[in-house]
């Protein structure tokens, strides 16, 4: 249980880095826009899956008990 309340919080961590790639173009080194908007747009879809994968595992476990 603790570890699918883990992986929302890592889903939004995602969500926000992406952003923040995007809007600054910065992931350790300086990236040009396309890059920036390709990479930021991949962590932000990671993160929202990430995050729907675990509330529906969340729901289920509820539903169980």
Do not use: C, H
């Amino acid at each position: 249980m603790i570890f699918n309340w883990l992986s929302v919080v890592a889903g939004l961590f995602y969500v926000v880095l992406g952003i923040v790639v995007i809007i600054y173009k910065f992931f350790v080194i300086y990236l040009e826009p396309n890059v920036a908007y390709s990479l930021g747009g991949l962590l932000v879809t990671y993160g929202i899956f990430r995050m729907v994968r675990a509330i529906y595992k969340i729901k289920e476990q509820r539903d169980e008990e």
